[in-house]
């Protein structure tokens, strides 16, 4: 009997609308087999965005650290899962979904947190990652306690890190880098607030016919992830391989000053530095 209990409930966390979430788009409007039709599609823009990134970082990652392509081949992960939860809106689809966004916020700090503002007892990122890398796990533990406090967590890096690029863009003269950091920003800030109004406006929006947000916010989000990515990128390539003479492109055309933007590396390549 306690084998068939078990069975039960491991099959009750993988079924439909098992996770105590649910977004404010109307379930099964589109489809009998996907539960929140928009906020699903919206998801497959990771996909769009991070194989161009990998190309895009690929100079600055040879040079600097190759491990770099594991944030945006994470946020490939991002998106397949982001895609099975809303499809779903299981509880197994929900934790894959903010455990994935937990792990890349993860390797974000390991591979681009500046050694200068390391706390006083940490002296090597080595160190620094081993210390990442155990706040994670015991955060991703601690995820299952409370999982709808998950989400609300995960946006207070994402304010951490807002207040660590401010921090660092104190020092900076270099105009396409203040210009990409206040659009960086923008777009974070029109992010969340799709996020928030989706949560807790949702009778307006439903009032007024227009309950995608939480998809607006997918899009929203994985473009400010590229424009944040790239400019804490060029502000670490300045600081640990200054002499490639790092500077900031948009592709397809730097012409248009919109696009998606890039690390170019103007000085010669020479001997990875370790840090």
Not at 7 to 31: L, R
Request: aromatic share 16%; charged share 15%.
């Amino acid at each position: 009997m306690g084998g068939f209990c078990s069975s039960e409930k491991m099959a009750g966390v993988f079924s439909y609308e098992s996770s105590e979430i649910d977004w404010c788009e109307d379930n099964y409007k589109q489809s009998e087999h996907i539960v929140e039709y928009f906020n699903t599609i919206s998801s497959f823009f990771f996909f769009i965005i991070s194989p161009i990134m990998l190309y895009l970082l690929h100079p600055y990652a040879k040079e600097r650290n190759l491990a770099i392509h594991m944030v945006w081949t994470m946020m490939i992960f991002v998106g397949l899962f982001s895609a099975y939860f809303h499809m779903t809106l299981s509880f197994v689809g929900q934790m894959l979904d903010e455990l994935s966004i937990l792990w890349v916020l993860a390797m974000v700090y390991v591979v681009w947190f500046p050694r200068r503002l390391f706390p006083s007892f940490i002296k090597d990122r080595s160190t620094f990652s081993n210390l990442v890398l155990v706040i994670t796990i015991v955060s991703t533990l601690s995820s299952f306690v409370k999982p709808t406090a998950n989400a609300y967590v995960l946006n207070c890096f994402g304010i951490h890190m807002v207040y660590m690029l401010a921090v660092e863009m104190k020092c900076c003269t270099d105009q396409k880098a203040l210009r990409l950091c206040k659009v960086s920003v923008a777009l974070w800030v029109l992010a969340v607030s799709c996020w928030i109004s989706d949560r807790f406006g949702c009778s307006f929006w439903q009032s007024l016919n227009f309950c995608y947000l939480h998809g607006i916010w997918h899009i929203l989000i994985v473009i400010a992830v590229a424009y944040g990515t790239t400019l804490i990128a060029y502000l670490d390539a300045s600081y640990e391989i200054p002499y490639s003479l790092p500077g900031l492109q948009y592709w397809p055309c730097d012409r248009w000053a919109v696009g998606i933007p890039h690390i170019v590396l103007k000085g010669t390549t020479k001997t990875q530095k370790r840090c």
